[in-house]
């Protein structure tokens, strides 16, 4: 019978310890970090498998949850190098006194080094003439990661970005400190098959 109940109680506390694990993906900032949490979340949950007796199922999620997928993570991430901004502005948001001295440019660079990404800035002319409601379609069908706009009404900069990339939602939080930027998500579109 005391066997039985250090078994429970080691499940109890694992599922405890399961509790924080996600708490801690969900808010830390590092990738890096969030990838051995995952893995440790994994191990934990294949840890809990075999203590219900489910070898089986807990050699699949060591497989799977602790190997496979951190591994598309850290392929994902490294992939992602460079952030590409197209600037239809065309102020001095980015470029001010012939350099990259603006509001705009310091707070990508800030937000380009703090996730080590390269910053790519364009404002090719071809692309900056397309209407506004061409931009959600730019951003699809091109490698723009980010279109910057400005609403001369209310003088705001609009920084319009794919809802689907972390990276836009991330950049929210950063923008919100600042009262002339905001930045808009597109939905993603269903182009069917």
Do not use: W
């Not at 399961?18 to 969900?26: C, G, R």
């Not at 470029?95 to 380009?112: H, P, Q, S, W």
């Not at 091109?142 to 319009?160: A, C, F, G, M, Q």
Request: hydrophobic letters at 50%; glycine letters at 4%; charged letters at 20%.
């Amino acid at each position: 019978m005391g066997n039985l109940d250090m078994l429970s109680l080691t499940a109890y506390a694992l599922q405890v310890l399961l509790i924080i694990m996600a708490i801690s993906i969900v808010v830390h900032k590092n990738n890096g970090t969030i990838i051995i949490l995952i893995t440790t979340f994994s191990l934990i949950t294949a840890s809990l498998y075999v203590i219900n007796k489910a070898p089986d199922v807990a050699i699949a999620e060591v497989a799977i949850g602790s190997a496979i997928i951190p591994l598309i993570y850290v392929i994902s991430i490294s992939r992602q190098r460079e952030f590409i901004v197209l600037d239809k502005a065309m102020d001095d948001f980015i470029i001010a006194d012939n350099a990259f001295t603006g509001v705009g440019y310091v707070l990508l660079k800030r937000f380009t080094d703090f996730y080590h990404l390269e910053l790519n800035i364009c404002n090719d002319v071809r692309l900056c003439s397309l209407g506004a409601g061409r931009d959600q379609l730019l951003c699809e069908q091109t490698n723009v990661d980010l279109i910057v706009t400005k609403d001369d009404e209310r003088n705001v900069y609009i920084l319009k970005g794919k809802a689907s990339s972390v990276l836009t939602y991330k950049l929210e939080a950063m923008a919100r400190d600042y009262d002339n930027i905001e930045v808009v998500k597109f939905k993603d579109r269903d182009f069917g098959d």
